[in-house]
């Protein structure tokens, strides 16, 4: 974790580090949500940081911090259920030690504390004015995230909304539409979508689920895209992937 300079809010900082990150492997817009994962884990006080994106069909994770970030959060998917889809249906942020954790979601802790050093979440939605398009969760060790400022965490969440949003959607689209909702950036959507399909099945990042599907992609000479749809209307499983 990178400690924050005296002079930087923590949504100051978020915004450096988002725009210093220079990993060649989250340079594609394909995996800007890892990249919003990645900078808010340095700039808050937590030990791991996860996004994914819901709506009427959809609930899939895009993008964590690491590898433990990518399991955790994959967990809830899994398994139906954990602090995640609970702060989406309710719209508000819920702060859940394993105490509750335990007591709400029984197998989602079995499978936290057995694979993961995480022992508290924080789950955010994301969302502006206007729309809300998914979930920020942060995970700590302990029960460090009760020392987190929910405020200034609502502030980063309201941020990377924007930047999710603003990065698919044309100036011709209302702000009312969701992400994943704009025909003009249905390809690179789809292969959002994609990725997050083949994390959860696969147990993969999305950094290595994106990298599996160009693979496959390129040996069937095929354009990702429509690799990716394939995978969304599920008529290619991710397990194909690996053949």
Same mark, same amino acid.
Request: net charge negative.
């Given at each position: 974790?990178?400690?924050?300079?005296?002079?930087?809010?923590?949504?100051?900082? +978020?915004?450096?580090?988002?725009?210093?990150?220079?990993?060649?492997? #989250?340079?594609?817009?394909?995996?800007?949500?890892? %990249? #919003? $994962?990645?900078?808010?884990? %340095? $700039? &808050?006080?937590?030990?791991?940081?996860?996004?994914?994106?819901?709506?009427?069909?959809?609930?899939?994770?895009? /993008? $964590?911090?690491?590898?433990?970030?990518? &399991?955790?959060?994959?967990?809830? +998917?899994?398994?139906?259920?954990?602090?995640?889809?609970?702060?989406?249906?309710?719209?508000?942020?819920? @702060?859940?030690? =394993?105490?509750?954790?335990?007591?709400?979601?029984?197998?989602?802790?079995?499978?936290?504390?057995?694979?993961?050093? +995480? %022992?508290?979440?924080?789950?955010?939605?994301?969302?502006?004015?206007?729309?809300?398009?998914?979930?920020?969760?942060? +995970?700590?060790t302990g029960a460090s995230l009760h020392? &987190?400022?929910?405020?200034?965490?609502? !502030?980063?969440?309201?941020?990377?909304?924007?930047?999710? *949003?603003?990065?698919?959607?044309?100036? =011709?689209?209302?702000?009312?539409? #969701?992400?994943?909702?704009?025909?003009?950036?249905?390809?690179?959507?789809?292969?959002?979508?994609?990725? /997050?399909?083949?994390?959860?099945?696969?147990?993969?990042?999305?950094?290595?689920?994106?990298?599996?599907?160009?693979?496959?992609?390129?040996? !069937?000479?095929?354009?990702?895209?429509?690799?990716?749809?394939?995978? *969304?209307? /599920?008529?290619?499983?991710?397990?194909? @992937?690996?053949?």
């Amino acid at each position: 974790m990178v400690t924050n300079d005296q002079d930087d809010s923590p949504l100051e900082h +978020f915004l450096d580090l988002v725009a210093e990150l220079h990993d060649p492997e #989250l340079v594609r817009p394909e995996l800007l949500p890892e %990249r #919003l $994962a990645v900078a808010t884990a %340095r $700039a &808050l006080p937590v030990a791991g940081a996860g996004l994914s994106l819901h709506g009427d069909d959809l609930r899939i994770p895009v /993008g $964590a911090s690491d590898e433990s970030a990518a &399991l955790a959060e994959r967990l809830q +998917f899994t398994l139906g259920s954990g602090p995640c889809l609970e702060a989406y249906a309710l719209g508000e942020p819920l @702060l859940a030690a =394993e105490p509750v954790i335990a007591k709400h979601w029984p197998k989602y802790h079995h499978d936290l504390v057995a694979r993961t050093a +995480f %022992r508290s979440v924080a789950s955010v939605p994301l969302h502006d004015d206007l729309v809300q398009i998914g979930v920020l969760d942060l +995970f700590g060790t302990g029960a460090s995230l009760h020392t &987190l400022d929910l405020a200034v965490v609502n !502030t980063v969440a309201e941020q990377i909304c924007r930047l999710l *949003v603003d990065a698919e959607l044309s100036a =011709e689209v209302g702000r009312s539409s #969701l992400w994943l909702s704009n025909p003009a950036a249905a390809a690179r959507n789809q292969v959002v979508q994609a990725a /997050g399909i083949i994390n959860v099945a696969l147990e993969l990042t999305a950094p290595r689920a994106l990298s599996l599907l160009r693979a496959y992609s390129y040996r !069937t000479e095929r354009p990702v895209e429509a690799t990716a749809q394939l995978i *969304v209307d /599920g008529v290619l499983l991710p397990r194909r @992937l690996l053949a």
